[in-house]
């Protein structure tokens, strides 16, 4: 079996800063309570890791006792949940991604300029939620075509889209073909919304998959990239199975396998895929490959209230940059070193 590991995968800059900020509280702070308003991502073995070193995730940010530290997911929220951690005297860290951020910026700023905004993403979404709470007179939300029919618009020339950042390119296509054909003035955003790290993971699942027999995901299933990555390689041609872990690995999907893709959505841990791998090297003598397609070298910003608290605690915030790049494969983790490194 030749094992083909599709890189880029898993940890984007994004969640990785999230996690990163997390860690790095419960590093300067050891016997202070840590909260996190909703999962700091979506994967169900990061969350519990932290449950165990003693961290409370929050669905409610009164659930927060006052003057405590609580944490904003990697996904954004809404102007009213921030203000209600002030009225509580939280300290507030914005673990948001920037990407996120982004997209906030924009749904601010078009609605300031009288445009209706079409959100294109999934209503219940918590990236979603946080967007349209910026703006929420402003916004509607296109989960589908078919919701197209059923939107208020009172100016056609005055509207834009904006998309959730988790999205697939090709279903986001999809939407954005059928609003320009509904409403051919609709202006886009200056960039594409779409995160840099959802992209390059899908375009390499996207090139790799028609070589496969199979594609792995590691992923949780609440995890929009990760599920996308499976529908991405089923439309081009190769079965695909999400698992959290190596422990939902199912022997009969092996069968007759010859080619196996391997990657993990943007919240899924390294030490997954590497569990996973060395599963498949031990018990069905797979070889690695490295498929490379994209490379990612990213450094994303400590946020202001952390670097605050670290320059208190007489912590130099610039020597705890968070930093990505492409994991190591080693024999110890993975079972075996790759035998070919190839470009694409």
């Not at 390294?270 to 450094?299: C, M, P, Q, Y």
């Amino acid at each position: 079996m030749r094992i083909i590991l599709a890189n880029p995968r898993g940890f984007c800059a994004g969640v990785h800063m999230a996690i990163d900020v997390v860690d790095q509280l419960l590093d300067i702070c050891p016997d202070t309570p840590v909260y996190v308003f909703h999962e700091i991502v979506h994967n169900k073995h990061v969350v519990g890791r932290f449950i165990g070193r003693g961290v409370t995730f929050v669905e409610e940010v009164s659930e927060v006792p006052e003057g405590n530290i609580v944490v904003f997911s990697a996904h954004g929220i809404s102007p009213a949940v921030r203000e209600e951690a002030k009225a509580r005297n939280l300290t507030s860290i914005d673990a948001t991604c920037p990407l996120v951020t982004k997209v906030h910026m924009e749904a601010i700023r078009y609605a300031k300029q009288g445009y209706q905004i079409l959100l294109i993403g999934h209503a219940n979404h918590q990236e979603v939620v946080g967007t349209r709470g910026e703006a929420p007179d402003s916004i509607q939300v296109v989960e589908t075509p078919a919701d197209i029919p059923n939107l208020t618009i009172s100016d056609p020339d005055m509207l834009v889209y904006l998309t959730q950042t988790t999205l697939s390119t090709d279903d986001a296509e999809i939407i954005i073909d059928a609003l320009r054909a509904a409403f051919p003035n609709i202006k886009a955003p200056p960039s594409s919304d779409i995160c840099y790290a959802t992209t390059n993971r899908q375009r390499a699942v996207r090139q790799i998959a028609p070589d496969c027999d199979l594609c792995l995901v590691v992923g949780s299933r609440n995890s929009s990239n990760s599920v996308r990555l499976t529908e991405i390689s089923q439309s081009a041609g190769c079965p695909a199975r999400l698992l959290d872990d190596v422990s939902e690995l199912n022997s009969a999907w092996l069968e007759g396998k010859q080619n196996v893709l391997v990657t993990a959505g943007a919240s899924a841990p390294e030490d997954l895929v590497a569990s996973l791998v060395r599963k498949l090297v031990t018990d069905f003598r797979g070889k690695i490959e490295v498929r490379d397609i994209f490379e990612e070298d990213v450094e994303f910003a400590i946020p202001a209230t952390l670097k605050r608290m670290m320059r208190d605690e007489g912590i130099d915030p610039n020597e705890r940059r968070i930093h990505i790049t492409r994991p190591e494969i080693t024999q110890d983790l993975y079972g075996a070193v790759p035998l070919t490194v190839s470009a694409s």
